[in-house]
């Protein structure tokens, strides 16, 4: 059995296009996407229609929330905000009722039970929780609490943009002569140097991001899963990351041309340049406000020439942009 396994689209139609090209050469068996299919690159409704085509598994993340939640009380806090929000709002106008219907009733988590095989558990964050993220090097105690409750071994998350694959376990029986007041010694990195009696194991994979991956490699992710032995890999899943080359500057131009550049404010130009650089300038930009005493969503447009000019992080972006210079913004 090959699974293959896409999350974070984030309305990136040109590299769901060059992934879905590499599928066709792969021939997994089934494909699951792991959430944030839209925003906030300019394609939403062609990725939407896209998806809707296929046969494919598919779970909602958080920005399909931040869509179907605008304008109810369960909208994210000061999202009226066009200044702030101004991405959310131009999806909003460009997205249409059947597209919002087709998300209004998608599942929020999966879980997968392929015949002969060991089931998956697919959520964009955790169950339950769907901006929880993990990365390859987060510590094995942070995220084993985050997973303690889920009974599949194998569990798919998304959300933070970056390709995880980490097996882990939890010594779920108390050592009599440990220190009662050291739990990390309850918590593993790995499996095969930890076999015993009490140990419970997960395996977590993150695909990555197909629209705007965050690993400094602008390159579109995703992973295939390939149902083994449970001796040669305990989940009974091995994983194989994937990155994909593709031609990004129809999406940088899109934010000019559709108008979200315009729209969007501040926060579409963060989102234009991570599509640059794949690195996470939205939180470079909010770690430097709180660290300068700035506030970040006050007078957005003053406190980004703040951070412009303290830092230069504009050239930076200016130099890896692969569009025309006379057309970058």
């Keep these: 059995m090959k699974l293959a396994v896409l999350a974070d ?42 998806v809707r085509a296929t046969d494919w598994a598919v779970v909602r993340g958080n920005h399909e929330f931040y869509l179907l939640d605008f304008g109810t009380t369960r909208a994210a806090p000061g999202s009226a905000d066009s200044e702030r929000w101004g991405c ?6 460009n997205i249409s009722a059947a597209q919002a219907r087709y998300l209004a009733a998608l599942p929020d988590e999966r879980t997968l039970y392929f015949p002969g095989t060991q089931p998956i558990r697919v ?12 990365y390859q090097q987060m510590p094995a105690e942070k995220i084993v609490t985050e997973i303690k409750e889920i009974g599949e071994r194998t569990i798919i998350s998304a959300h933070t943009h970056v390709q995880v694959d980490r097996h882990l376990s939890f010594l779920d029986t108390v050592d009599p002569f440990a220190d009662p007041h050291d739990e990390s010694s309850r918590y593993f990195d790995g499996y095969a140097a930890h076999r015993q009696d009490g140990l419970v194991h997960w395996h977590v994979i993150n695909p990555g991001s197909v629209g705007l991956p965050l690993n400094g ?31 990004r500057a129809p999406a940088l131009e899109a934010f000019r041309s559709s108008g979200l550049l315009d729209m969007g404010g501040v ?63």
């Design 267 to 329: 926060v579409a130009q963060l989102f234009y340049w991570e599509l640059v650089t794949a690195e996470a300038e939205i939180i470079h930009y909010y770690h430097w406000c709180r660290d300068n005493g700035v506030d970040p969503d006050g007078n957005m447009r003053l406190a980004f020439g703040h951070y412009k000019a303290a830092t230069g992080r504009d050239e930076y972006v200016i130099a890896r942009d692969p569009t025309a210079k006379a057309t970058r913004p």
């Design 88 to 93: 959310l709002h131009w999806l909003v106008d």
């Design 123 to 134: 959520a964009h964050g955790v169950p339950g929780r769907n901006r929880v993220g993990f």
């Design 217 to 247: 490699d602008p390159r579109a992710c995703f992973a295939v899963l390939e149902s083994v032995d449970e001796h040669e890999e305990p989940g009974g899943w091995r994983c194989t990351h994937h990155r994909v080359a593709y031609d």
């Design 9 to 50: 689209i984030h309305g990136n139609q040109p590299a769901l296009d060059a992934v879905t090209a590499e599928l066709e050469r792969i021939q997994p068996d089934f494909v699951v996407v792991n959430g944030d299919l839209i925003n906030p690159i300019p394609f939403s409704g062609a990725v939407l229609d896209q």
